[in-house]
């Protein structure tokens, strides 16, 4: 059974951190592009960062290039989301995914998509108060 298990979402003040946890299981981790989405309500779900588990190649979307961080620790398939600095904009629920195997992960991680993700978790919400 497939398991993305993300954990670490909450309420933060403007300038605040959290660190968000994605916990894989069920389906091979290695050689995948793992990656963050959020969606803000009536938004549409838009890739936050990812990176490919073979090698740790990372990417970011513009806007939260340098305040947010995507790392793995693969002995345990798992994957963080760093964020500091956090803006209003940021609230969100975030959700992992794992991308579709038969496609070319560099395609999958450099620009994320929904459609080209093969599991989901089940999302963490992140609020910011002013």
């Known amino acids: 059974q497939v398991q993305l298990v993300e954990s670490g979402g909450g309420s933060v003040q403007a300038g605040g951190s959290l660190r968000l946890s994605c916990v894989g299981s069920?389906?091979?981790?290695?050689?995948?592009?793992m990656v963050w989405f959020r969606q803000a309500p009536g938004q549409e779900r838009e890739g936050v960062a990812s990176?490919?588990?073979?090698?740790?190649?990372?990417w970011y979307a513009s806007s939260v290039k340098g305040r947010f961080t995507i790392s793995q620790d693969s002995a345990s398939d798992t994957v963080f989301l760093q964020m500091n600095s956090l803006k209003p904009e940021d609230a969100a629920t975030y959700y992992c995914?794992?991308?579709?195997?038969?496609?070319?992960?560099?395609?999958?991680?450099?620009?994320?998509?929904?459609?080209?993700?093969?599991?989901w978790g089940a999302g963490t919400m992140v609020t910011i108060s002013s």
């Open positions: 990176i490919y588990t073979a090698d740790g190649t990372t």
């Open positions: 069920g389906f091979t981790y290695s050689a995948r592009c």
């Open positions: 995914a794992a991308g579709k195997s038969w496609l070319a992960q560099g395609t999958v991680c450099g620009s994320p998509s929904p459609e080209n993700m093969h599991y």
